[in-house]
């Protein structure tokens, strides 16, 4: 059984650091990609950052150069950094963890429960 969760939200400054974590444990055949994605109120889902292919990372606009994500891989067991720096108050929201493989041509998402990060003085 496939089982993503996240961890490392919590309430920060403007201007502060976070670094949230994503721990993947289960078999996951042909992962094609692996994420963090947040949802803020009112909003839509939305792509954070993602790396795929072990190593080619792609970030939203907003996010460019402030965030970084990052993955290691220990035991067999995949964990799924985001480093995030110089937070502003539009960066809260819920943050979710996604794994993406490829079963038989077709994509197949496994998502954490979210984690929430919230910016505020």
């Known amino acids: 059984q496939v089982q993503v969760v996240e961890s490392g939200g919590g309430l920060v400054q403007p201007g502060g650091s976070l670094r949230l974590s994503c721990a993947v444990s289960?078999?996951?055949?042909?992962?094609?990609?692996m994420g963090w994605y947040r949802q803020a109120p009112g909003k839509e889902r939305e792509l954070v950052a993602r790396?795929?292919?072990?190593?080619?990372?792609?970030?939203s606009d907003s996010v460019q150069g402030r965030f970084t994500i990052t993955t290691s891989r220990d035991g067999g067991k995949n964990t799924v950094y985001l480093q995030m720096n110089s937070l502003k108050p539009e960066d809260t929201a819920v943050y979710y963890c996604n794994i993406r493989s490829m079963d038989r041509g077709s994509p197949l998402d496994y998502w954490g429960q979210g984690t929430q990060v919230t910016v505020s003085s």
């Open positions: 790396i795929f292919g072990g190593s080619s990372t792609e970030y």
């Open positions: 289960g078999t996951i055949f042909s992962i094609n990609a």
